[in-house]
Nanobody, 125 residues
Framework: QVQLVESGGGLVQAGGSLRLSCAAS????????MGWFRQASGKEREFVAF????????SYADSVKGRFTISRDNAKNTVYLQMNSLKPEDTAVYYC??????????????????WGQGTQVTVSS
């Protein structure tokens, strides 16, 4: 497993932008597919985006498609989530997660076994 630490959360007005970062420890980061998930108060955790280990293939939840962009820098052991056109419904704790499980269709949520502590994103209306 890798150790993951998120940063970049905060309070932003609707329509604004934030960039989340997730720094990973260890030498095996480049072999991990990475994902971002979020959990709003009183709701279940939901998938936001993921990126394969090579950084080419990505996937997004419909609710963020066209507004959020996931990327990674394997040289810096870091994965990012650029969030634009933020909406109040994007308010949640955002978690990054990693998995070495490979599935052609993309990893399932249960495949992710390394998790960060989360960073709060609050979007005001």
């Amino acid at each position: 497993q890798v150790q993951l630490v998120e940063s970049g959360g905060g309070l932003v007005q609707a329509g604004g932008s934030l960039r989340l970062s997730c720094a990973a420890s260890g030498r095996t980061f480049s072999s991990y597919a990475m994902g971002w998930f979020r959990q709003a108060s009183g709701k279940e955790r939901e998938f936001v985006a993921f990126i394969r280990s090579g950084g080419v293939s990505t996937s997004y939840a419909d609710s963020v498609k066209g507004r959020f962009t996931i990327s990674r820098d394997n040289a810096k052991n870091t994965v990012y989530l650029q969030m634009n056109s933020l909406k109040p419904e994007d308010t949640a704790v955002y978690y990054c997660a990693g998995t070495r499980v490979f599935r052609i269709a993309g990893p399932r949520s249960a495949d992710f076994d390394s998790w960060g502590q989360g960073t709060q994103v609050t979007v005001s209306s």
